[in-house]
């Protein structure tokens, strides 16, 4: 697919998924920011960009840590959600703009952190976004990269029910490939922690906006995928409902040069 085309499939699901996104409570689990504030150790005098920013989440969150925060992201309804929740939060140090991941309207060295939170398996040349997200970070500064990271084996058809999920995925990186990323950008003082997000079936196909009849195949796969766990996400019954677990990697680097 091209990447114009590409585009046009992203902002038109988050345009349908913006409210509910923003509004399922584990977007917003505060044990995941604290464990990003800590590996990125964010403090009062950082200037960070989130880059593929959605609703505002993580750069509302940020906010409360850092002296500005700016939020990117391509689609004008997370935008304006994000604005949203920004004055809902009162938070005056941030700023919001609509733009493209794979060609930041920053100059070089804009800020002192760079962030993206799930968005890499939506990105046909991911690559290419972290290279962007280097470039406008300073010298000494953190880039961190927070997405699903699938196992080699499981990627297939891990693929292939986030697809019939939400048609804008890709493909999900393993994590030896954003290693090998950050390896081919020169990060330094490489920091990763792994972390479990479980999400209830029911809840995130309501969520999600799947091409018609698609949500009975994804409904039989998780449920077939029940203790075999073929997917990769370690689908599991909890009072009778189906839950499942996206595995999920936070990656920090700096800048060395």
Not at 61 to 69: G, L, M, N
Not at 121 to 150: L, N, Q, T
């Amino acid at each position: 697919m091209k990447k114009t085309e590409h585009n046009l499939s992203i902002i038109d699901q988050f345009t349908k998924q913006t409210t509910p996104f923003a509004e399922q409570k584990f977007h917003s689990n505060e044990s995941e920011f604290k464990l990003m504030f800590e590996l990125s150790e964010v403090n009062k005098y950082d200037t960070v960009l989130d880059v593929a920013c959605g609703p505002g989440l993580v750069t509302t969150a940020f906010a409360t840590k850092a002296k500005h925060v700016t939020g990117i992201d391509i689609t004008p309804a997370m935008i304006d959600k994000a604005k949203e929740i920004q004055k809902e939060k009162n938070l005056e140090n941030i700023t919001l703009k609509i733009g493209d991941a794979t060609n930041l309207p920053f100059d070089d060295e804009s800020f002192s952190m760079v962030i993206t939170r799930y968005s890499f398996h939506h990105f046909v040349e991911p690559e290419m976004v972290f290279k962007e997200m280097k470039r406008v970070c300073k010298k000494d500064g953190k880039i961190m990269v927070v997405d699903v990271a699938i196992q080699p084996g499981k990627r297939e058809a891990y693929d292939h029910l986030e697809k019939l999920r939400d048609p804008s995925h890709t493909r999900a990186c393993t994590l030896d490939e954003l290693l090998n990323i950050a390896d081919k950008l020169e990060l330094t003082n490489i920091k990763t922690k792994w972390y479990q997000l479980e999400a209830e079936l029911e809840k995130q196909i309501k969520a999600s906006f799947p091409n018609p009849g698609d949500d009975e195949k994804i409904r039989q796969l998780v449920m077939e995928d029940i203790g075999i766990n073929n997917l990769g996400i370690n689908a599991h019954l909890i009072d009778g409902s189906i839950y499942f677990d996206y595995p999920t990697v936070i990656i920090v680097g700096v800048k060395s040069k």
